[in-house]
């Protein structure tokens, strides 16, 4: 008759295994994750998984508790000692006795102190290219004269599949007496970039060592935000963010190259404020999650590419002018003390390719977490900053490039703009027939013309406007006829309106008279209408190059992208038309890929392969870049038609 069957669940990978056959073997011949630390001597409690009963039936199988073994001695053992939820099975010891349908937990976790403190709960599968292996190894012996190091490697050779087996030098010293202090029992924390490549012993630790952390980061112009993660669970245990220090050099980026080109150190010093407010967060992110710092063996960082260069010490010199020559562009890897990261002294640093000279590990990264290289249908992935980066495509093709949006969409340029903080306007209606506007301020719960509003503004203050909120003034203003459709406030409305001023050659629309009076100047709408045409003149070039006149979904990455709303980006015509419920802010799409690409080595691979056939278009030197920017200008555009708006 035939072996059982076993099915697992999430990933519905399945075989056929002999009778008494470890269900964490099983799992590994499908290459179904399974956490081990202890190598299967049912100690460490990472392989624990579930049986899932009866409703597996669609699968052509069902399980049943007698379809596993009963707890042997080392399961018995560790339930005793250390508390196994009901249902939960240690992979390692249970074996299959007939057909069985296995849940592999998400939270595959025993730490439950940290899962409570857990910042998020999205889980990716994982194959961490760092793990953590328990072993015993053999005392020495005179007879036998191979060294410490050298028995360590045999035994995880042995217990642990390696091959090719190095350490890391900081290591050599200590050796010896870690493994007496753990009276040959050790845990060697090995990264290992390829499943089967070579691997490197980069921690060791007496006895077993049950924690692994790692980090993830995503250093952009204006902010910095690092995530803590367990490399054992996957699950991201505490967060933090900060300005980017550079700032105080420069506000944007090509002011960076800037102060790089005119300032002997100025690469120097950029590079040390950033790394220092890595390190800073890094303690910050230790301190929430009360873990030792020294613990954390493994660090992924995206950045666009300046951002990436200055982290990395390279001068960015060369991307402030065409060709936009990157220093490297494939993904780069290194020890992370190499880089100035204060972690354990042998923690590893993996940084994600760039995509393009203007298109960063960031893009990549975003790229990585939303998956338009992985998608049947046509998605357009977009991040808005000071340069737009664009990501357009499916699973057999994708194409890239970034636009020079400046930045007015962030509230710079714009006479009353601001960042998204308190007091800023961030939403706003214009009623069409008598032109009167009401608006909702950052920090106050009311809008402009509900009661309460008066009172809170007294307090909070209504100081500018940001992005979001210009996107939508300019949009209202275009819907009520303040503006035409080319951007010019209609001067013959003062007549009617107190709203409208002159405001020297040109008419200003007035939004708030308060303390501080607040208007949309002609100029303002023109800078939008600049950012806007040069945003969508960017994605125009791309799905020119994809032979595509429409996009089947849109994901607006980043801050700003979780801010504006879908309707007045299409009304201004930021993006092409599109079914408003397929445009979605993804959030910060580029952190996400980074903890992917922490916490499974395939996401590396899966993206350099990715990059590697991105088809990148450089949109300064595409002919059609200007028709498709000055048709962008009109509102919402003068050639392309939006029909699914009109609904
Ligand atoms: Fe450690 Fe099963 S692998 S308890």
Same mark, same amino acid.
Request: glycine residues 10%; negative net charge; contains cysteine.
């Given at each position: 008759?035939?072996?059982?069957?076993?099915?697992?669940?999430?990933?519905?990978?399945?075989?056929?295994?002999?009778?008494?056959?470890?269900?964490?073997?099983?799992?590994?011949?499908?290459?179904?994750?399974?956490?081990?630390?202890?190598?299967?001597?049912?100690?460490?409690?990472?392989?624990?998984?579930?049986?899932?009963?009866?409703?597996?039936?669609?699968?052509?199988?069902?399980?049943?508790?007698?379809?596993?073994?009963?707890?042997?001695?080392?399961?018995?053992?560790?339930?005793?000692?250390?508390?196994?939820?009901?249902?939960?099975?240690?992979?390692?010891?249970?074996?299959?006795?007939?057909?069985?349908?296995?849940?592999?937990?998400?939270?595959?976790?025993?730490?439950?102190?940290?899962?409570?403190?857990?910042?998020?709960?999205?889980?990716?599968?994982?194959?961490?290219?760092?793990?953590?292996?328990?072993?015993?190894?053999?005392?020495?012996?005179?007879?036998?004269?191979?060294?410490?190091?050298?028995?360590?490697?045999?035994?995880?050779?042995?217990?642990?599949?390696?091959?090719?087996?190095?350490?890391?030098?900081?290591?050599?010293?200590?050796?010896?007496?870690?493994?007496?202090?753990?009276?040959?029992?050790?845990?060697?924390?090995?990264?290992?970039?390829?499943?089967?490549?070579?691997?490197?012993?980069?921690?060791?630790?007496?006895?077993?060592?049950?924690?692994?952390?790692?980090?993830?980061?995503?250093?952009?112009?204006?902010?910095?935000?690092?995530?803590?993660?367990?490399?054992?669970?996957?699950?991201?245990?505490?967060?933090?963010?900060?300005?980017?220090?550079?700032?105080?050099?420069?506000?944007?980026?090509?002011?960076?190259?800037?102060?790089?080109?005119?300032?002997?150190?100025?690469?120097?010093?950029?590079?040390?404020?950033?790394?220092?407010?890595?390190?800073?967060?890094?303690?910050?992110?230790?301190?929430?999650?009360?873990?030792?710092?020294?613990?954390?063996?493994?660090?992924?960082?995206?950045?666009?590419?300046?951002?990436?260069?200055?982290?990395?010490?390279?001068?960015?010199?060369?991307?402030?002018?065409?060709?936009?020559?990157?220093?490297?562009?494939?993904?780069?890897?290194?020890?992370?003390?190499?880089?100035?990261?204060?972690?354990?002294?042998?923690?590893?640093?993996?940084?994600?390719?760039?995509?393009?000279?203007?298109?960063?590990?960031?893009?990549?990264?975003?790229?990585?977490?939303?998956?338009?290289?992985?998608?049947?249908?046509?998605?357009?992935?977009?991040?808005?900053?000071?340069?737009?980066?664009?990501?357009?495509?499916?699973?057999?093709?994708?194409?890239?490039?970034?636009?020079?949006?400046?930045?007015?969409?962030?509230?710079?340029?714009?006479?009353?703009?601001?960042?998204?903080?308190?007091?800023?306007?961030?939403?706003?209606?214009?009623?069409?027939?008598?032109?009167?506007?009401?608006?909702?301020?950052?920090?106050?719960?009311?809008?402009?013309?509900?009661?309460?509003?008066?009172?809170?503004?007294?307090?909070?203050?209504?100081?500018?406007?940001?992005?979001?909120?210009?996107?939508?003034?300019?949009?209202?203003?275009?819907?009520?006829?303040?503006?035409?459709?080319?951007?010019?406030?209609?001067?013959?409305?003062?007549?009617?309106?107190?709203?409208?001023?002159?405001?020297?050659?040109?008419?200003?629309?007035?939004?708030?008279?308060?303390?501080?009076?607040?208007?949309?100047?002609?100029?303002?709408?023109?800078?939008?209408?600049?950012?806007?045409? #040069?945003?969508? =003149?960017? $994605?125009?070039?791309?799905?020119? &190059?994809?032979?595509?006149? *429409? @996009?089947? !979904? +849109?994901?607006?990455?980043?801050?700003?992208?979780?801010?504006?709303?879908?309707?007045?980006?299409?009304?201004?015509?930021?993006?092409?038309?599109?079914?408003?419920?397929?445009?979605?802010?993804?959030?910060?799409?580029?952190?996400?890929? #980074?903890?992917? =690409?922490? $916490?499974?080595?395939?996401?590396? &691979?899966?993206?350099?392969? *990715? @990059?590697? !056939? +991105?088809?990148?278009?450089?949109?300064?030197?595409?002919?059609?870049?200007?028709?498709?920017?000055?048709?962008?200008?009109?509102?919402?555009?003068?050639?392309?038609?939006?029909?699914?708006?009109?609904?």
């Amino acid at each position: 008759s035939q072996n059982p069957l076993v099915l697992f669940m999430p990933s519905g990978r399945r075989g056929r295994f002999p009778v008494g056959t470890p269900v964490l073997d099983a799992a590994r011949e499908l290459g179904v994750y399974v956490e081990s630390v202890c190598g299967g001597r049912g100690i460490c409690g990472r392989c624990q998984v579930e049986v899932a009963e009866g409703q597996f039936a669609k699968h052509g199988i069902t399980s049943s508790n007698d379809h596993i073994s009963a707890f042997g001695p080392k399961e018995q053992r560790y339930a005793e000692k250390r508390d196994l939820k009901p249902g939960r099975r240690l992979s390692c010891s249970a074996t299959v006795q007939g057909d069985l349908v296995i849940d592999v937990p998400a939270d595959a976790q025993v730490n439950t102190q940290i899962v409570r403190k857990a910042a998020d709960t999205k889980v990716f599968p994982r194959n961490p290219a760092l793990n953590m292996c328990y072993v015993e190894l053999e005392e020495p012996d005179m007879h036998k004269p191979l060294g410490d190091l050298d028995r360590l490697f045999a035994a995880l050779r042995a217990e642990w599949g390696f091959g090719e087996l190095s350490a890391d030098p900081h290591l050599l010293p200590q050796v010896q007496a870690i493994l007496r202090q753990g009276q040959w029992a050790v845990t060697a924390a090995v990264h290992q970039p390829d499943t089967e490549g070579p691997a490197t012993l980069v921690a060791l630790y007496p006895g077993l060592k049950n924690e692994a952390y790692g980090i993830a980061c995503d250093i952009g112009s204006t902010t910095i935000a690092l995530h803590l993660v367990s490399l054992l669970s996957g699950l991201t245990i505490a967060s933090a963010g900060a300005s980017n220090p550079q700032i105080r050099f420069g506000e944007d980026l090509m002011s960076r190259v800037s102060y790089v080109m005119m300032n002997p150190d100025g690469r120097e010093g950029m590079t040390e404020a950033v790394r220092e407010a890595i390190n800073s967060l890094i303690g910050e992110v230790a301190e929430t999650a009360g873990i030792d710092r020294r613990d954390i063996l493994d660090a992924v960082f995206v950045g666009n590419p300046i951002m990436h260069h200055l982290f990395l010490g390279i001068d960015p010199t060369e991307l402030g002018g065409a060709p936009f020559a990157l220093a490297v562009s494939g993904a780069v890897a290194m020890p992370a003390r190499a880089n100035g990261l204060d972690l354990n002294e042998g923690a590893r640093l993996y940084m994600l390719p760039c995509i393009a000279g203007h298109v960063g590990a960031d893009a990549a990264a975003a790229t990585l977490a939303e998956g338009p290289h992985r998608s049947d249908d046509i998605m357009l992935l977009v991040d808005v900053g000071t340069n737009a980066e664009i990501v357009l495509g499916n699973k057999d093709h994708v194409v890239a490039a970034s636009s020079p949006t400046g930045p007015a969409f962030e509230g710079a340029e714009i006479s009353s703009g601001q960042r998204a903080a308190n007091g800023a306007i961030e939403r706003v209606r214009i009623d069409p027939v008598t032109l009167e506007p009401r608006f909702k301020v950052i920090g106050i719960d009311v809008w402009s013309d509900e009661p309460g509003f008066a009172e809170k503004a007294e307090t909070v203050g209504v100081t500018g406007i940001c992005g979001s909120g210009i996107i939508e003034v300019v949009a209202e203003m275009f819907l009520a006829r303040i503006a035409s459709e080319d951007g010019v406030i209609d001067g013959a409305l003062a007549a009617k309106s107190p709203r409208i001023i002159e405001d020297g050659r040109t008419f200003s629309y007035v939004l708030h008279e308060g303390k501080q009076t607040i208007t949309v100047t002609q100029n303002d709408i023109r800078a939008i209408q600049l950012a806007k045409a #040069a945003l969508y =003149a960017g $994605i125009k070039l791309l799905m020119d &190059r994809m032979g595509l006149t *429409t @996009v089947d !979904r +849109i994901g607006f990455a980043g801050a700003f992208g979780s801010f504006i709303d879908p309707k007045y980006a299409m009304v201004l015509g930021l993006i092409p038309d599109c079914d408003l419920e397929n445009v979605k802010a993804v959030g910060n799409a580029a952190g996400t890929g #980074a903890r992917m =690409a922490l $916490i499974n080595r395939d996401y590396r &691979r899966e993206i350099e392969r *990715t @990059v590697r !056939r +991105i088809e990148k278009v450089e949109t300064a030197l595409e002919a059609k870049f200007q028709d498709h920017f000055v048709a962008a200008m009109a509102m919402p555009n003068k050639e392309d038609e939006f029909p699914r708006l009109a609904k």
